[in-house]
């Protein structure tokens, strides 16, 4: 579908919703808090990621992200590289009255996708309506694939898995590409929300 300054318009005046998110670029939004968007979206319905647009819907536009100007490829590019599995993305930069708006579109992924940094997050809606971003739960993760199977679960235990005999005791876990949970021998951050997250296994403290 394409996506033009018309288009952007309307987008920015109906607010965000499920599958609209607004980003400011005014103090230069990094790569990092972009991806992480994008791949909340992706885990939600889908949608679309308006960079240069503030909460309100003000069109303030983008800052160039490659020299002078921004590239749509490199843009897309940068996104399947910073994403487990690679996320497949539609860029546009469309002027704005003056103002360049980077639009970034992803359809819903079957499976979990998550940062190189270990971010699982996705776009969910408040009682109110309002969206909001929300941790990817692993329970979660069986309404998205056939793929995956839910955990056995003992009422009144921990849902989080045994320790592998032999492993360190901090391990984390991580969703691989095909939505199964992999245990890690190495003390990796496991985030689930805007803030890190780590899994630790039951009856260890903090």
Same mark, same amino acid.
């Given at each position: 579908?394409?996506?033009?300054?018309?288009?952007?318009?309307?987008?920015? @005046?109906?607010?965000?919703?499920?599958?609209?998110?607004? =980003?400011?670029?005014?103090?230069?939004? +990094?790569?990092?808090?972009?991806?992480? @968007?994008?791949?909340?979206?992706?885990?939600?319905?889908?949608?679309?990621?308006?960079?240069?647009?503030?909460?309100?819907?003000?069109?303030?536009?983008? !800052?160039?992200?490659?020299?002078?100007?921004?590239?749509?490829?490199?843009?897309?590019?940068?996104? @399947? +590289?910073? =994403?487990?599995?690679?996320?497949?993305?539609?860029?546009?930069?469309?002027?704005?009255?003056?103002?360049?708006?980077?639009?970034?579109?992803?359809?819903?992924?079957?499976?979990?996708?998550?940062? !190189?940094?270990?971010?699982?997050?996705?776009?969910?809606?408040?009682?109110?309506?309002?969206?909001?971003?929300?941790?990817?739960?692993?329970?979660?993760?069986? =309404? !998205?694939?056939?793929?995956?199977?839910? @955990?056995?679960?003992?009422?009144?235990?921990?849902?989080?898995?045994?320790?592998?005999?032999?492993?360190?005791?901090?391990?984390?876990?991580?969703?691989?590409?095909?939505?199964?949970?992999?245990?890690?021998?190495?003390?990796?951050?496991?985030?689930?929300?805007?803030?890190? =997250?780590?899994?630790?296994?039951?009856?260890?403290?903090?």
């Amino acid at each position: 579908m394409y996506i033009d300054a018309d288009s952007i318009r309307s987008i920015a @005046a109906g607010g965000e919703t499920l599958t609209t998110e607004f =980003t400011s670029d005014r103090s230069r939004l +990094n790569d990092r808090t972009l991806v992480e @968007a994008v791949t909340r979206m992706a885990n939600g319905q889908g949608g679309t990621v308006l960079v240069g647009v503030e909460d309100d819907g003000t069109i303030t536009g983008s !800052r160039p992200r490659h020299g002078t100007s921004t590239d749509p490829a490199l843009m897309q590019a940068l996104i @399947a +590289n910073l =994403t487990v599995p690679p996320l497949s993305t539609t860029v546009d930069v469309v002027d704005v009255d003056g103002s360049a708006v980077i639009a970034v579109r992803v359809d819903r992924s079957t499976t979990p996708v998550g940062t !190189r940094h270990g971010v699982y997050t996705r776009r969910a809606l408040r009682q109110d309506g309002t969206p909001e971003c929300v941790p990817y739960a692993f329970h979660e993760c069986p =309404t !998205r694939s056939t793929r995956c199977s839910p @955990a056995p679960r003992t009422p009144g235990r921990s849902t989080v898995p045994d320790r592998p005999a032999g492993r360190p005791a901090r391990i984390s876990t991580r969703v691989s590409s095909s939505g199964s949970v992999r245990w890690l021998a190495a003390p990796v951050a496991m985030r689930t929300s805007c803030r890190s =997250t780590t899994v630790r296994p039951p009856g260890r403290s903090a």
